[in-house]
Nanobody, 119 residues
């Protein structure tokens, strides 16, 4: 089994920064990429950013472009989300997903880490 754990969330004032981490453990495997989603109370889960190890390509939701940066360590199947210029509307639980080789989906998900931005 693979365990995925997010960390780094917390309470921050608007305009502040946080850095989320996503680590994996358990069965050894290789991943194609990793993704961050978020879900605010009463809202659907939404895509935030993704990274694919092939070519180190990244992709962002429009509402975080220029403010968030995704990075990672392919060898460790670890991803990070640097979040700057945080806004109250960024308040949500942030989830990390991992897409292993041979899979079309992000199969491994963590329990999420809460980010709260005060105005």
């Amino acid at each position: 089994q693979v365990q995925t754990v997010e960390s780094g969330g917390g309470l921050v004032q608007a305009g502040g920064s946080l850095r989320l981490s996503c680590t994996t453990s358990g069965r050894r495997f290789s991943a194609q990429g990793m993704v961050w989603f978020r879900q605010a109370p009463g809202k659907e889960r939404e895509f935030v950013a993704s990274i694919r190890w092939s070519g180190d390509s990244t992709n962002y939701a429009d509402f975080v472009k220029g403010r968030f940066t995704i990075s990672g360590d392919k060898a460790k199947n670890t991803a990070y989300l640097q979040m700057n210029q945080l806004k109250p509307e960024d308040t949500a639980k942030y989830y990390c997903g991992v897409q292993p080789f041979g899979s079309a989906d992000y199969d491994y998900w963590g329990q999420g880490t809460q980010v709260t931005v005060s105005s």
